[in-house]
């Protein structure tokens, strides 16, 4: 048995359900285990139901149907306070009036703990998150990576098997952004919890989980490593959704290939006997720096205004310079069967059968 089977899981979702309102679930009976002590992004477009499910984790919603389990304890219907679930939310929403160390020491105090255990408690966590020194700043004093750090501790404070996370990096600036995620990761690690972070970014996801979880439409198309996801894509919404892919109509049904395998020569070049191949023209040329992106469309279909390229291919600057292939150029686009991935019918073909 694969060892990721069998490694003990910290959450286990088994036909998850919220219905918020008569029709389609938000959230559509999706079964999910989430090993311990790893790195969970759950990725998808706006509105896919992430936070529905992130939220009936912690308690702060209550679910339709099916179960929550957190190291094999039936959470379901605990309050939020009683599940061993924290929550980390976007910008940190720490308060304003209060000290770091207040800050941190706010969720003992509704416990009801005394003053001098909240602050030793407090400052024994922000010492660990290396802000012991700037226990007495209030937020606005401090740099985003600084608040950061110190709405971990706080969400850390109720000692929490689970630590959840909404966008809690989505209202950064970009160069901020890749610092925090960094930070987050180390922080992971070093804790050795189980973090479920709920984000709409591919590149978070893909630098930070162990393993991603791609929902669309309440239900999840795929879960895998990032190398998995992005190489297997599952169907057509994941390999469109992960982007860097192509989606091609062959005899043989839907294939995606990765935008840097698939290859271009010039329109009337001799290919290899077994290479499958198409007939395009390139219809925009984009400088990326260390590649150059181009969008390709099929050869004789009528482009309209506002049709983007259908294709892509991605070169290395340097296989650009020897050989360049301006806008209107007629093309082969080609690739290896090997490099041809087929695409399952998205997971919500199935779904679907079952609502009519
Ligand atoms: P995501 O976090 O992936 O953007 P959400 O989980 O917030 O998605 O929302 C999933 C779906 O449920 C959306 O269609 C949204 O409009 C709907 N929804 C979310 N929260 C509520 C709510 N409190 N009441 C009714 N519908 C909601
Ligand atoms: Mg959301």
């Known amino acids: 048995m694969p060892a990721q089977t069998t490694a003990p899981a910290a959450i286990e979702l088994s036909a998850l359900t919220k219905r918020y309102a008569p029709g389609k679930p938000a959230v559509d009976a999706i079964d999910l285990r989430i090993a311990s002590g790893s790195y969970c992004c759950l990725l998808g477009p706006s509105g896919c139901g992430k936070s529905t499910t992130l939220r009936m984790i912690a308690g702060h919603e209550s679910v339709s149907s099916g179960s929550i389990l957190l190291d094999e304890r039936d959470i379901t219907d605990l309050p939020a306070a009683a599940r061993g679930t924290a929550m980390m939310f976007q910008s940190f929403a720490l308060f304003p009036h209060l000290s770091a160390l207040d800050n941190v020491a706010f969720s003992l105090k509704m416990q009801g703990?005394?003053?001098?255990?909240?602050?030793?408690?407090?400052?024994?966590?922000?010492?660990?998150?290396?802000?012991?020194?700037?226990?007495?700043?209030?937020?606005?004093?401090?740099?985003?990576?600084?608040?950061?750090?110190?709405?971990?501790?706080?969400?850390?404070?109720?000692?929490?098997?689970?630590?959840?996370?909404?966008?809690?990096?989505?209202?950064?600036?970009?160069?901020?952004?890749?610092?925090?995620?960094?930070?987050?990761?180390?922080?992971?690690?070093?804790?050795?919890?189980?973090?479920?972070?709920?984000?709409?970014?591919?590149?978070?996801?893909?630098?930070?989980?162990?393993?991603?979880?791609?929902?669309?439409?309440?239900?999840?198309?795929?879960?895998?490593t990032p190398h998995e996801v992005y190489n297997r894509p599952a169907n057509e919404f994941v390999a469109r959704f992960m982007g860097g892919h192509n989606v091609i109509d062959t005899p043989a049904g839907l294939v995606g290939v990765r935008a840097d395998h698939l290859q271009l020569a010039p329109a009337e070049a001799d290919l290899p006997r077994d290479a499958q191949r198409m007939q395009a023209v390139v219809t925009d040329v984009e400088y990326q720096g260390s590649h150059v992106l181009l969008g390709l469309q099929q050869q004789g279909?009528?482009?309209?205004?506002?049709?983007?390229?259908?294709y892509s291919v991605m070169l290395s600057e340097a296989a650009f310079a020897a050989r360049p292939y301006p806008v209107g150029q007629a093309v082969q686009l080609h690739w290896s069967a090997g490099q041809a991935h087929p695409l399952r019918p998205p997971a919500r073909a199935a779904t679907a059968l079952h609502d009519a």
């Open 113 to 224: 703990l005394g003053r001098a255990e909240r602050q030793a408690r407090a400052r024994d966590l922000l010492g660990r998150v290396a802000m012991g020194h700037l226990a007495e700043r209030k937020p606005a004093q401090l740099s985003g990576g600084q608040q950061q750090r110190v709405a971990l501790a706080r969400a850390l404070i109720t000692r929490p098997r689970v630590l959840l996370l909404d966008e809690p990096l989505s209202a950064l600036d970009p160069f901020l952004r890749s610092q925090m995620r960094a930070e987050l990761r180390r922080w992971q690690q070093e804790l050795g919890l189980t973090f479920i972070h709920v984000t709409h970014s591919q590149q978070e996801a893909m630098a930070l989980a162990d393993t991603m979880v791609v929902m669309n439409h309440g239900v999840i198309e795929q879960a895998g």
């Open 301 to 310: 279909l009528a482009l309209s205004a506002n049709d983007t390229a259908a």
